[in-house]
């Protein structure tokens, strides 16, 4: 059971430079999501997705892409980075139903991005 | 707007030293409630849903419960396996994008 798969893990960047985070879950989901979490803030939504082909603004969009062309990825673009955007950054998905108590959040466990 | 606040910021227990945490919401039309356990260098990961005032739910030491306003996560007799943050998140109106609280940070002392 894999679940929801980060990758890469850890990553260091230097300033202006580009990179893509990969996010695959094998639950077959509709919903994805990204999240930056920072010490004191929480988890704040970046982009989502609520189906393939679909993808929607968050909490704090600037500065990320996003794309979600086949149902089991979602990736997340930085296409120049800022040492604004060092984070720990949590990709999730979940089926959504009219059963509240099946609306759960599947997390990855997390890539630790910093940026110099 | 959805509001979800959680307090306090951080927590440090004894072992066996019970407690409270709280999550206090303003939304319009609660769907649901959800807490979830966060260790350092993981994802979080899901404990309880509640959806109506008055709901309980529990397991082994977690006792979650809600009311109209607010919901408590009660720690019984806590151990230092318990350590760990601990995240409120909410679903309201017709959306099924939750809004989480900034989270609990529990550390239980041996």
């Known amino acids: 059971n894999a679940g929801v798969t980060q990758t890469p893990k850890f990553r260091v960047l230097k300033t202006g430079q580009s990179m893509t985070l990969l996010c695959a879950q094998d639950m077959n989901h509709e919903y994805m999501y990204w999240y930056r979490q920072d010490p004191g803030m929480g988890l704040r939504l970046i982009h989502y997705s609520v189906g393939e082909g679909t993808t929607a603004k968050g909490e704090v969009p600037d500065g990320y892409n996003v794309s979600r062309l086949k149902k089991q990825n979602f990736l997340l673009g930085l296409e120049s980075a800022a040492p604004s955007q060092t984070s720990v950054y949590f990709c999730?998905?979940?089926?959504?139903?009219?059963?509240?108590?099946?609306?759960?959040?599947?997390f990855g466990a997390g890539t630790r991005l910093s940026v110099l | 707007e959805d509001q979800v606040t959680q307090s306090p910021e951080a927590l440090r227990l004894q072992e066996g030293e019970s407690s409270s945490l709280n999550c206090s919401y303003t939304?319009?039309?609660?769907?649901?409630l959800f807490w979830y356990r966060q260790d350092p260098g993981k994802g979080p990961e899901f404990l309880f849903t509640l959806y109506s005032a008055g709901e309980e739910k529990e397991k082994e030491r977690l006792k979650a419960t809600l009311t109209k306003k607010e919901s408590f996560l009660h720690i019984t007799a806590p151990k230092p396996e318990d350590s760990a943050t601990y995240l409120c998140?909410?679903?309201?109106?017709?959306?099924?994008?939750?809004?989480f609280g900034r989270g609990t940070s529990l550390i239980v002392h041996p």
């Open positions: 998140a909410v679903q309201a109106g017709g959306s099924y994008i939750p809004t």
């Open positions: 999730a998905s979940s089926r959504p139903t009219t059963e509240v108590a099946k609306n759960i959040q599947y």
């Open positions: 939304v319009s039309g609660l769907r649901g």
